[in-house]
């Protein structure tokens, strides 16, 4: 086996062995607790002024607080309040207060048949 192949072989599974240990080292940090525990999915049961309120998977509700600085997304623009409707599929990120509430720092739309 020639050096060049040699170098190329060592090289290419360097590159995977990092990639792995950087995966399980992400996975397990506090960044990525705090990434995943603050979203929340579900579909929307109820609009009510500056709050929604949608149900998960699980059947459990969840009362969402909006205000002026929640951004409402639908793919990668920004949209209004009016498409927060009954029956909507959306990704909350915000966080929760001592009472349960999430305060919604964004709030996606998205179509489930989309998703793969």
């Known amino acids: 086996m ?10 290419g599974l ?10 399980f080292g992400w996975l397990n940090s506090p960044l990525f607790d705090n990434w995943a525990k603050n979203q929340y999915f579900g579909k929307i049961s109820a609009v009510k002024n ?16 909006l ?6 997304m639908t793919g990668f623009r920004s949209v ?3 498409q927060l409707v009954p029956n909507a599929s959306v990704i909350v990120v915000g966080k929760s207060d001592p009472e349960g509430n ?15």
């Open 2 to 11: 020639s050096k060049r192949t040699r170098l190329v072989i060592i090289t």
């Open 14 to 23: 360097s590159i995977l062995l990092l990639g792995v240990i950087f995966s």
């Open 50 to 65: 500056d709050l929604i309120i949608i149900i998960d998977k699980k059947n459990n509700e969840k009362n969402i607080i």
């Open 67 to 72: 205000d002026e600085k929640t951004r409402i």
């Open 80 to 82: 209004s309040r009016e």
């Open 102 to 116: 999430i305060h919604a720092k964004v709030i996606r739309i998205f179509n489930p048949k989309n998703w793969r």
